[in-house]
């Protein structure tokens, strides 16, 4: 079964600290994998895109890495700023499907506090 | 480039009502996906629409249906509502079949009560 595992669930950082969020999938076969910020009660936006010969994509404070041999990705967020509190969601696509193809973590909720 | 748009914003309606949520895709996408986020739990696939035509369904009784219209504007409509409905559903779209990245809207938070 496709299935996205994200930890931890939830997170609580001191402004300026740095944070990773984990993501373990057993999506196959494999196609990409995006990191989303969700501020509450919004939409989710893409922070980054990750292919099977990616292992490292920064966008800003934001850095993820894939393993896909392990089939594990993190989300490195660097001297957080309390605009950083929000749930992260890691979102798998599944190779040669259509466009809906696409399995969600629950989330982590991050929230940085000064 | 205006984002993706749904209305409403916030809905509340009676167990057994129908609610009618809308979205508007980005300018040239012609490809709408719904999801559900219940409240602690992760986005759900509910329905996508491309070109007009049902493309899918995720594993959600027949009471959610939907339309896309010419203009690839979609519309969700949900029947006989269920306390359980209560969530955050989400529009994105994307440009078509392709794999492309999906752009999600802000939602519409529907309450039963």
């Known amino acids: 079964k496709n299935q996205v595992e994200q930890s931890p669930q939830s997170l609580i950082i001191l402004e300026g600290k740095n944070c990773t969020l984990q993501?373990?999938?057993?999506?196959?076969?494999?196609?990409?994998l995006r990191w989303y910020k969700q501020d509450t009660g919004r939409g989710p936006v893409s922070l980054t895109i990750m292919t099977f010969s990616e292992n490292t994509k920064s966008n800003g404070r934001y850095t993820a890495t894939l393993d896909a041999d392990t089939k594990q990705s993190s989300l490195h967020i660097t001297a957080s700023q309390l605009s950083d509190s929000a749930s992260y969601i890691c979102?798998?696509?599944?190779?040669?499907?259509?466009?809906?193809?696409?399995?969600f973590g629950k989330g982590t909720k991050l929230s940085v506090i000064p | 480039e205006a984002g993706v748009t749904q209305s409403p914003t916030h809905l509340i309606k009676t167990r057994g009502q129908q609610a009618t949520l809308r979205c508007s895709p980005i300018s040239g996408h012609t490809s709408v996906y719904w999801y559900q986020q219940a409240l602690g739990l992760g986005l759900q696939f509910l329905l996508w629409?491309?070109?007009?035509?049902?493309?899918n369904r995720g594993n959600f009784p027949p009471r959610f249906s939907g339309r896309q219209f010419p203009n690839y504007s979609s519309e969700l409509n949900v029947n006989a509502l269920e306390l359980e409905d209560s969530a955050l559903y989400l529009c994105a779209s994307s440009f078509g079949t392709g794999g492309y990245e999906q752009y999600f809207g802000p939602g519409t938070r529907l309450t039963v009560t």
């Open positions: 979102v798998v696509r599944i190779s040669g499907a259509g466009s809906y193809q696409l399995t």
């Open positions: 629409y491309d070109e007009g035509e049902e493309r």
């Open positions: 993501c373990n999938y057993t999506v196959s076969p494999f196609s990409n």
